[in-house]
T-cell receptor
Framework: NAGVTQTPKFQVLKTGQSMTLQCAQD?????MYWYRQDPGMGLRLIYY???????DKGEVPNGYNVSRLNKREFSLRLESAAPSQTSVYFC???????????FGDGTRLSIL | GENVEQHPSTLSVQEGDSAVIKCTYS??????FPWYKQELGKGPQLIID?????GEKKDQRIAVTLNKTAKHFSLHITETQPEDSAVYFC?????????????FGQGTTLQVKP
């Protein structure tokens, strides 16, 4: 998955802690997305950014905030982590909203 | 609401056999249908996609068919190889949406036995 870099790859948090997941792309894509993947539920969209300077809620935004720092970077923040947010988080990018999406390798987050 | 059902959840085939995974979508306005392959510890990788103006698309051993009337689409893998073993996800996207929002199926774990 060259082109979409997510950091960190793994993280363990305690309930109530905060954390920011980072995503950077070098594909010069306009649109960026954050998904979470849970067993048996496929991937669900948390937030997306259709273009630099814009962000919108997806299917499961509660408990999260995002920042589209510039065209390359899109971060996901958990202000007060809860065990229900234990998941694998994927960032994706696309040239435009009607173009194929390309995924990073994910951040595996556990909240105790 | 929008929904994509994917079947089967697990599929085991012998090397060289064909594998078929089926998805049904609920939103009749959907017009873009990608398929992703996910290997252990990796992100989903796009392997093929189809838009609603065509009924079938092929890429070497992989093909996707779309039946808009029945609102279902299928992934066909021929001459399967052990390296095809992975989790496969289908997805759909609403045509009128400018969000890029994909609705994913629940995934199919494919095992190809040597």
């Amino acid at each position: 998955n060259a082109g979409v870099t997510q950091t960190p790859k793994f993280q363990v948090l305690k309930t109530g802690q905060s954390m920011t997941l980072q995503c950077a792309q070098d594909m010069n894509h306009n649109s960026m997305y954050w998904y979470r993947q849970d067993p048996g539920m496929g991937l669900r969209l948390i937030y997306y950014s259709a273009s630099e300077g814009t962000t919108d809620k997806g299917e499961v935004p509660n408990g999260y905030n995002v920042s589209r720092l510039n065209k390359r970077e899109f971060s996901l923040r958990l202000e007060s982590a809860a065990p229900s947010q234990t998941s694998v988080y994927f960032c994706a990018t696309s040239r435009g909203s009607n173009q194929p999406q390309h995924f990073g390798d994910g951040t595996r987050l556990s909240i105790l | 609401g929008e929904n994509v059902e994917q079947h089967p959840s697990t599929l085991s085939v012998q090397e060289g056999d064909s594998a078929v995974i089926k998805c049904t979508y609920s939103d009749s306005a959907s017009n873009y249908f990608p398929w992703y392959k996910q290997e252990l510890g990796k992100g989903p990788q796009l392997i093929i996609d189809i838009r609603s103006n065509v009924g079938e698309k092929k890429d070497q051993r992989i093909a996707v068919t779309l039946n808009k009337t029945a609102k279902h689409f299928s992934l066909h893998i021929t001459e399967t190889q052990p390296e095809d073993s992975a989790v496969y996800f289908c997805a759909s996207k609403r045509g009128s949406s400018n969000t890029g929002k994909l609705i994913f199926g629940q995934g199919t774990t494919l095992q190809v036995k040597p």
